[in-house]
């Protein structure tokens, strides 16, 4: 999962996460440079995919964590009302990956969908304090 450029922005800023040459101050530089790491990174994915010793996509995703819970919808989108009109104008051509990535660049808060129904039961267990968590992630004493 690609994180998209507005929550990743807005923790760095938010956080103060210093990375080299990111201007904090600034959501129009980071998110210029977010987009360039991350088109950077998509494209040479894009080449290595299916070559030898290269990528190959698995049919199986084992990701429990997601299987677990929901994304928080809330916390992807506490960047809204934090950017300023003119970068949001802009936001297509500063980010034009959110495009690449399948996010409307102008949503403003974004579509972010909607958890799988299997998600949203194992969410609803873990609230009510049901959920067991499965042998083969228990810790194993030897």
């Not at 199986?60 to 916390?75: H, L, N, Y």
């Not at 009302?81 to 409307?104: F, H, N, T, W």
């Amino acid at each position: 999962m690609v994180p998209d450029g507005w929550a990743s922005v807005h923790l760095m800023i938010s956080q103060k996460v210093t990375i080299a040459g990111f201007d904090l101050n600034s959501y129009r530089d980071c998110l210029t440079k977010w987009n360039r790491a991350v088109e950077t990174t998509y494209n040479q994915c894009m080449e290595m995919i299916g070559k030898a010793r290269g990528l190959f996509l698995s049919k199986v995703e084992r990701s429990t964590d997601q299987d677990i819970k929901p994304v928080i919808v809330g916390a992807l989108s506490k960047w809204v009302g934090k950017i300023a009109p003119d970068v949001l104008q802009d936001m297509a051509v500063i980010a034009s990956m959110l495009a690449k990535l399948e996010y409307d660049p102008y949503a403003n808060p974004p579509n972010y969908g909607k958890p799988d129904p299997k998600i949203l039961e194992n969410t609803r267990s873990i609230y009510k304090g049901e959920f067991q968590l499965p042998d083969f992630l228990k810790e194993k004493s030897y």
